[in-house]
Nanobody
Framework: QVQLVESGGQLVQAGGSLSLSCAAS????????MGWFRQAPGKEREFVAA????????SYADSVKGRFTISRDNVKNTVSLQMNTLKPEDTAVYYC???????????????????WGQGTQVTVSS
């Protein structure tokens, strides 16, 4: 059974930092593009960051560029999202996702990802 399980979400003050983790199991993910998305109340799910299989290529949404860092550990089957200088507008449920299609680019649209976690809540207070 394929599972992506996010953890690390919590309430944090604006300007603070938080690290999210996603543990993958059930199939090999070391060749897949892994991504983070988020969804705020009343809004559509949006792309946050993606990383290729080796970790050598990364992409970020403009809204988080310079503040968030995505990384992965293929031995531990984990993907992380380090979030710094958090803002109230970063408040959302954060989802980890896997793109298993093998396409040679970092997907940024949610329909391109086949597997999803259940999400973890991040709340940034002002």
């Amino acid at each position: 059974q394929v599972q992506l399980v996010e953890s690390g979400g919590q309430l944090v003050q604006a300007g603070g930092s938080l690290s999210l983790s996603c543990a993958a199991s059930g199939r090999p993910f070391s060749s897949d593009v892994m991504g983070w998305f988020r969804q705020a109340p009343g809004k559509e799910r949006e792309f946050v960051a993606a990383i290729n299989w080796s970790g050598g290529r990364k992409s970020y949404a403009d809204s988080v560029k310079g503040r968030f860092t995505i990384s992965r550990d293929n031995v531990k089957n984990t993907v992380s999202l380090q979030m710094n200088t958090l803002k109230p507008e970063d408040t959302a449920v954060y989802y980890c996702a896997a793109d298993t299609s093998g396409v040679p680019y970092l997907a940024s649209r949610s329909y391109e990802y086949e597997y999803w976690g259940q999400g973890t809540q991040v709340t940034v207070s002002s």
